[in-house]
């Protein structure tokens, strides 16, 4: 929490604080003037104002009856430099840290939110293994293992030559192929392990201002002070997670360490196991000690979570050092192992990955099916009809990040597998080397068009609702214009269109549902039928009656292909957003609405830039009503709402009283609300309307993302929803608009007439104060002032 505001000095200043959302915006489209001036912050994210705005506070004549507009601009925060494109390949684990913050509403230090915390971070976990064991896969397995053996999969991939079997090299016993290709994966994780660190120092172990951790004492009478108690992120170690991001980057690293030194040891014992003498203890001992190891990183994750009501300076550096570094040194002793000269050991077959992924597969399916029972356990007290799901989100949403790790894995298996054996088919022994990865691997990909398939009947089903729906809002659009000369049958089907796909928004949680609910039975059928048959689709099915068979056939021909296929669009959209702004842009958006979130499940998520961007928002506040007593209006569009609401929790009672909050276009209860009830549900709103002085909120029928928050008048405080702004603003050519206007949609609010009137009435609102003099030695308002940057992104005022 930011530190109390003192006596204000004068009562003149208004400011307007305008905050962006997704995409980005440049602060000149954002204070529509081409010369702006950095008031405060740096290149990443900072202040701006006009030029001839800069010194505003000194001159308050000129200001009269309106506010000095203010502009923050964070889109670097999340689509800065080409580095941000590589944030692809983390996607399944920031989706599993949305699971972490979607559960639905209950007491802060009950058992059963704390066993939700663990589940959440236990599937984290199980997709930090999948990912390494699919890194394992590819150059164990595939490569080192069975391509290096197979004379016409080394003449194809001659870069294989000294690994080759037929050739007798000192590289070609079969350990030691495994303990080069183990550097494959080990570097995986350590690169894992360096992006977590490097963004953890730039963002979580950034400590917030000075007063965040002494927090003045309650004002007698002052509700607002219980209010922002009972709200989340209102706690002052809400935004800052040094200590949990530390501690689960040590766990989940030493898991990635430890999963190839189980794939080096276990191929080894397994055939120490086989041959007479004492060979086998060795590989006995390191498997105990692999097997001890994975208990102390299922302790660490299991044991601790968030702490949020108050800063936790602590860090437990022997842990976060030594466990790592303690499962580093564990493989390498695997590898000299593995390495041994084992005369008579020849590679055939497969490695056991199947074992592997299936268990993985189950014991995910597992934590998924717990969760969703927690979670209902946890909405039972508070249902809310509004909640995505009922109360089942974090779940599903735990559901999909499992299946994209699964596709992702896959993927690269599939892909691999296909180019190391050319045209074949995995696994059903046509022509050529046959380079087959794990059969479960086959039965995952057959069901994606299954999957597709399931998908494509809601989809329908919504086109269809939208067809109709648009047809029967033909009537209220013209109820609206009313006052038009003349009716056009297309400009209202093109206003009733908009309204209808608008609401497609709101059948977001079906989807969802279908997807996480078809994957969870589906990856259950593929576990089963890949251990009953033991083979791929395509021969489990043989002998069967002829339809049945093609069919199977067909669809892991197909399913092998979509999943290659989606894994190479991926690394090319991946590839083009590093070299291409615009792209780099369109994956930021995806990030700053995933992203939000403190990463407190998976620590190699891409870094929670709100955890910047709320002490940055808090802190201009108090300092600017501290230094001038004036009215403020904080200004969030989007996104951009989202962090304005956090940031007025984050702030004291007494610079609440200085400050109104003006959301538009904002998803606060439409998305945030019923994806994330326990932060931002039915009661955690009014909480806000009760923290900040004034609230309004301005949304369109035409709006996909924005909507009403739904908070009615109660205590003499009138509702926050403003009436819905017509969109467009004329219906036909008029006097006014000689043009035909556009559909905005979610984008320029601020051009609405409605815009500056409901601003001007939160300024009416907002207390006066009684000026002071600045005192002697004040430092001037501006910090370091420098020129605005160019090209941080598009759509200023008006970014969605």
Not at 46 to 56: F, G, H, I, P, S
Not at 274 to 299: H, N, T
Not at 559 to 576: A, D, P
């Amino acid at each position: 929490m930011s530190p109390a505001t003192p006596v204000p000095e004068s009562g003149d200043a208004a400011l307007e604080l305008l905050v962006h959302g997704v995409g980005g915006a440049t602060p000149q489209d954002m204070l529509d003037d081409p010369r702006t001036v950095r008031i405060t912050g740096d290149g990443t994210a900072a202040v701006y104002r006009r030029t001839e705005d800069a010194d505003a506070e000194d001159h308050p004549e000129r200001y009269a009856g309106r506010p000095v507009p203010e502009a923050y601009c964070w889109s670097n925060l999340t689509s800065g430099d080409g580095t941000r494109a590589l944030w692809l390949l983390l996607l399944p684990f920031m989706v599993a840290n949305l699971a972490h913050w979607m559960r639905p509403p209950g007491r802060g230090g009950s058992r059963l939110v704390r066993f939700y915390g663990v589940l959440v971070r236990l599937v984290a976990l199980t997709l930090t293994v999948l990912l390494t064991a699919a890194a394992c896969e590819v150059a164990l397995d595939l490569t080192a293992w069975q391509c290096a053996a197979a004379p016409a999969c080394v003449d194809s991939a001659s870069w294989l030559g000294f690994l080759s079997a037929e050739r007798g090299g000192w590289w070609s016993v079969p350990g030691r192929r495994l303990a080069v290709a183990a550097l494959v994966p080990t570097v995986l994780v350590g690169l894992l392990w360096y992006l977590s660190n490097r963004t953890w120092s730039a963002y979580e172990a950034q400590r917030p201002p000075t007063g965040y951790d002494n927090p003045p004492p309650p004002t007698p009478g002052d509700t607002t002070v219980d209010a922002q108690s009972r709200a989340a992120l209102g706690r002052p170690g809400f935004w800052y997670g040094r200590r949990i991001v530390a501690r689960l980057r040590a766990a989940h690293t030493a898991a990635g360490f430890l999963t190839v030194a189980a794939a080096l040891v276990t191929a080894a014992a397994r055939h120490d196991s086989a041959a007479p003498g004492a060979g086998a203890v060795p590989g006995r001992i390191l498997q105990a000690a692999v097997a001890a190891f994975a208990l102390v990183v299922l302790w660490v994750v299991c044991r601790r979570g968030r702490s949020e009501n108050r800063l936790d300076l602590r860090l437990e550096r022997v842990l976060v050092s030594w466990l790592p570094g303690a499962s580093l040194a564990l493989l390498a002793l695997a590898a000299l192992y593995a390495g041994w000269s084992r005369p008579g050991w020849t590679s055939s077959g497969t490695l056991p990955g199947d074992a592997v992924f299936s268990a993985l597969t189950v014991a995910q399916g597992a934590l998924v099916v717990a969760l969703g029972a927690v979670a209902l356990l946890l909405q039972r007290p508070r249902r809310d009809p509004r909640t995505a799901l009922r109360g089942l989100g974090g779940p599903a949403v735990a559901m999909l990040a499992c299946a994209l790790g699964g596709v992702m894995s896959g993927g690269v298996a599939q892909r691999v597998a296909d180019w190391l054996d050319g045209p074949a088919t995995p696994g059903m022994g046509d022509p050529g080397p046959r380079i087959s990865p794990p059969v479960l691997l086959s039965w995952q990909a057959s069901v994606i068009p299954v999957l597709l398939l399931l998908l494509a009947v809601p989809a329908a089903l919504l086109v269809a609702r939208t067809l109709l729906a648009a047809r029967r809002l033909r009537p209220e659009v013209e109820a609206d214009y009313a006052a038009a000369d003349e009716r056009d049958p297309v400009r209202t089907g093109q206003i009733a269109t908009g309204r209808a796909r608008a609401a497609l928004t709101d059948s977001a949680p079906v989807l969802v549902g279908v997807v996480s609910g078809a994957t969870l039975l589906l990856g259950a059928a593929s576990v089963v039928g890949a251990w009953a048959s033991g083979n791929v689709p395509g021969r489990a099915f043989d002998g069967a009656h002829p339809a049945l068979a093609s069919l199977a056939s067909a669809t892991q021909a197909l399913g092998s292909w979509m999943i290659g296929f989606g894994f190479l669009l991926f690394v090319t959209w991946g590839r083009r957003a590093y070299r291409d702004p615009s792209a780099r842009r369109t994956i930021g958006i995806l990030w700053d609405v995933g992203t939000f979130w403190p990463r407190a499940a998976h620590p190699f998520a891409p870094p929670c830039y709100a955890e910047r961007a709320v002490p940055d928002l808090t802190w201009r506040m108090s300092s600017w009503t501290r230094r001038t007593g004036g009215r403020l209006v904080i200004s969030g569009h989007s996104q951009g709402s989202v962090l304005a609401a956090a940031a007025v929790w984050q702030i004291e009672p007494a610079t609440r009283r200085r400050v109104a909050l003006l959301t538009y276009g904002s998803p606060l209860e439409r998305l945030y609300g019923r994806w994330f009830p326990a932060y931002f549900g039915p009661e955690a709103l009014r909480s806000l309307n009760r923290t900040v002085h004034c609230w309004s909120n301005l949304y369109r029928a035409t709006d996909p993302i924005g909507g009403p928050v739904r908070v009615l008048a109660e205590d003499g405080r009138p509702a926050v929803d403003e009436p819905v702004l017509l969109d467009p603003v004329a219906y036909g050519r008029t006097r006014d608009h000689p043009l035909p206007e556009p559909i905005l949609g979610h984008s320029d609010y601020q051009a609405d007439p409605g815009f500056s009137h409901c601003r001007g009435g939160l300024l009416a609102r907002l207390p006066s104060a009684l000026p002071r003099q600045r005192g002697a030695g004040e430092p001037p308002e501006r910090d370091a002032p420098g020129r605005g940057d160019p090209g941080q992104g598009s759509s200023g005022k008006s970014s969605g």
